[in-house]
């Protein structure tokens, strides 16, 4: 399994960006996918994630600005950022799990300018 997640930058307070993390070895309708962050001098905490049905759940701190989505034959997970705020900056991570192996992808670093 291999993840690589791309689309992060720098971006002012209010704007938006749009992550992607594409996927190789796994199927997307079965496994849950997850996208985490972790701010410097944090803890990784879980943004966003989505089942193999599609059902989503997200931090409440994102709730109604950030949307989870993915596209089952290409492979690929997104994470639509809008509205965001300083304390959105970190390295945002994707992640899932099969066979009770847990696969990271690189991280992509996301900074929001206030």
């Known amino acids: 399994v291999q993840l690589q997640a791309s689309g992060g930058g720098l971006v002012q307070a209010g704007g938006s960006l749009r992550l992607s993390c594409k996927a190789s070895g796994i199927v997307l309708s079965i496994n849950t996918m997850t996208w985490y962050r972790q701010a410097p001098g944090e803890q990784r905490e879980l943004v966003a994630n989505i089942s193999g049905s599609g059902v989503t759940a997200y931090l409440d701190s994102v709730k109604g600005r950030f949307t989870i989505s993915k596209d089952n034959p290409r492979k690929t997970m997104y994470l639509q950022m809008n509205g965001l705020k300083p304390e959105d900056t970190g390295v945002y991570y994707c992640?899932?799990?099969?066979?009770?192996?847990?696969?990271w992808g690189q991280g992509t670093l996301v900074t929001v300018s206030s």
């Open positions: 992640w899932t799990r099969r066979s009770s192996s847990n696969f």
